[in-house]
């Protein structure tokens, strides 16, 4: 299995401005709460990471893994991102290393979908993505997004912006189809 991964998605960081990706159905796991570095998956073989905009992401290791601030992901281009943010509050876990990756991420202006594509897949293989949305300041409400990969949607990952601390992070799996490439879509909603 290749090991593709994204880190630091705070306010967001994956995005197309469209309701539908493009590219193979992603079969999404549950989201779980950040909680320590085995949260980062380190089987299969190294493909690719993006922990936007945070350039000293490969100084940070986690679980084995070398994140790259700049991205190593081929053809990489995503839409709607604003900015870069280094403020996030840490998660608080065990691993200073996990914690500093996750307070830099990349974000949106407004509530509309983001997205990010890459490609250089080999067609037939199996690919794991595994995305991570923490903001643990306190916004005085509920926030969370969906992601889509081609017409399969994951459920709700939550950010933690309600003051009580950990994101979440989601793994999702596909066959990379005959393109090689993929597109995963964030889907953002309002404070509740």
């Known amino acids: 299995m290749k090991s593709f991964s994204l880190a630091g998605l705070t306010g967001f960081v994956i995005g197309l401005v469209a309701t539908a990706a493009s590219g193979a159905n992603i079969t999404w796991k549950t989201p779980g709460t950040i909680g320590g570095p085995s949260d980062v998956n380190n089987s299969g073989v190294y493909f690719g990471s993006w922990a936007p905009g945070d350039a000293n992401a490969q100084f940070c290791p986690v679980n084995g893994v070398n994140f790259n601030g700049?991205?190593?992901?081929?053809?990489?281009?995503?839409?709607?991102?604003?900015?870069?943010?280094?403020?996030?509050?840490?998660?608080?876990?065990?691993?200073?290393?996990?914690?500093?990756?996750?307070?830099?991420?990349?974000?949106?202006?407004?509530?509309?979908?983001?997205?990010?594509?890459?490609?250089?897949?080999?067609?037939?293989?199996?690919?794991?993505v595994e995305i991570w949305i923490h903001d643990g300041r306190n916004l005085g409400g509920t926030r969370w997004a969906r992601f889509t990969g081609g017409t399969s949607t994951s459920g709700n990952v939550y950010y933690g912006s309600d003051g009580s601390g950990r994101g979440q992070f989601i793994v999702g799996t596909f066959v990379a189809d005959s393109s090689g490439a993929q597109t995963v879509v964030l889907a953002l909603t309002q404070l509740l």
């Open 70 to 128: 700049w991205n190593d992901l081929p053809g990489l281009s995503y839409t709607n991102i604003a900015n870069y943010y280094g403020g996030f509050s840490s998660p608080g876990t065990s691993n200073v290393n996990y914690n500093v990756l996750l307070e830099t991420a990349a974000y949106a202006s407004n509530t509309n979908s983001m997205a990010i594509s890459w490609n250089g897949m080999t067609p037939g293989n199996t690919y794991l």
